[in-house]
């Protein structure tokens, strides 16, 4: 019997394996009826079922091995692209998922052959059938990534909007306490809450700036005319405070105005700053270089420290990235890896591009802005 009609005809007993070993996923099948234990899966094998009659070419079979058979625009969700969403809902976890797609390719096949004992199976059937489980179990684990993806930045969205609130609290009520000249412990007690305060304030806007990104609305943007000289001076006057021990040039020529956000290059400047204090020689200084022309306005940040390799420099402006400290701050103290990530978004943002170079003479990284984004 060919693999299409047998899969068919036994339908029923394909699915009380299915269910099952469905079953045997826990926690999150503790609770699930029968109905919600085999989701789809009928769908899903008369899909392949059907799959296994129409004629295709050795390329297209390769394709779909590889989970690459093509999609028709605007066709609603496949059953294993709706099974996925709903086994993600449910509490499954990936390797849960892709299991049920195993013990699917194993069951049929076990059955199918102890049926055709006394024939030989047929060998492009069994070929076909491992091409579609594959293409089934590639739509499911693509959008049960998405799923996932998805409710985590809901969550992260949710978390830095309830945030805020508290926060500023925190804030407000360290400055008043700053204010009362109570002596001093307690003054210094105020400090010590109010420099955390704007630490915990700068991760939570990196976080927020973040989840934007990953929810396709980019980095907000409020552009204005700007002297970014007056924007450079700012941010290296607070840096320096903030950093005492650390030696921090600034250098600007030419013509510095355009049509920015300020805050916005006031983070990315001060990202920058921050990642050379974190990363280059602590007896060196950090450079801070802007120059321009009619076009354009262009900057660097730049420190001595040990060359970077290739392979870190072309992911470096990933999210979540971050390398060895060569200073003594703490894992807690040097964030979450997302401070190049949300410069190259704040960059892009401006129409403007985002560069890194480094040697065993120093690491600089670059910044162009248009004057008029």
Not at 38 to 62: G, K, V
Request: glycine letters at 6%.
């Amino acid at each position: 019997m060919r693999l299409a009609d047998f899969i068919l005809r036994n339908i029923e007993p394909i699915l009380e394996e299915w269910e099952t070993f469905a079953a045997s996923l826990l926690p999150a099948a503790k609770d699930l009826d029968s109905m919600a234990l085999r989701d789809h899966a009928q769908q899903i094998l008369q899909a392949i079922a059907h799959d296994l009659t129409m004629p295709q070419t050795r390329d297209q079979q390769r394709q779909k091995s590889l989970g690459r058979a093509p999609q028709l625009s605007g066709a609603p969700e496949t059953a294993a692209q709706t099974h996925a969403v709903l086994r993600a809902r449910s509490g499954f976890n990936i390797n849960q998922l892709a299991a049920e797609y195993r013990a699917l390719r194993a069951s049929v096949l076990r059955l199918w052959m102890d049926q055709c004992e006394s024939v030989a199976p047929h060998l492009d059937d069994m070929i076909r059938f491992n091409e579609a489980i594959d293409q089934a179990l590639a739509e499911s684990v693509s959008f049960f990534s998405m799923q996932v993806e998805q409710a985590h930045n809901l969550l992260l969205g949710m978390l830095g909007h309830d945030m805020r609130s508290p926060l500023q609290t925190i804030r407000m009520t360290a400055s008043y306490l700053a204010a009362l000249n109570a002596g001093e412990a307690v003054s210094d007690a105020a400090a010590r809450l109010i420099r955390s305060g704007a630490r915990m304030q700068t991760l939570l806007d990196d976080l927020c700036d973040f989840n934007r990104t990953k929810l396709g609305l980019g980095v907000n943007i409020s552009p204005r005319d700007v002297d970014l000289a007056e924007v450079f001076v700012d941010v290296v006057d607070q840096l320096r405070a903030s950093h005492p021990g650390r030696q921090i040039d600034l250098e600007l020529t030419g013509k510095l105005q355009g049509y920015w956000d300020g805050q916005r290059l006031q983070q990315l400047l001060g990202n920058l700053v921050l990642n050379a204090i974190n990363y280059g020689a602590q007896d060196a200084p950090v450079r801070v270089v802007a120059s321009a022309d009619d076009d354009e306005v262009c900057f660097e940040v730049r420190n001595i420290g040990p060359a970077i390799d290739e392979e870190t420099l072309e992911r470096m402006f990933d999210p979540l990235q971050r390398g060895p400290c060569h200073t003594a701050v703490s894992d807690a103290q040097a964030g979450l890896g997302l401070g190049l990530y949300i410069a190259s978004e704040i960059a892009r943002a401006h129409r403007g591009s985002i560069y890194v170079r480094s040697d065993s003479t120093e690491t600089a990284f670059g910044v162009r802005l248009p004057r008029r984004p």
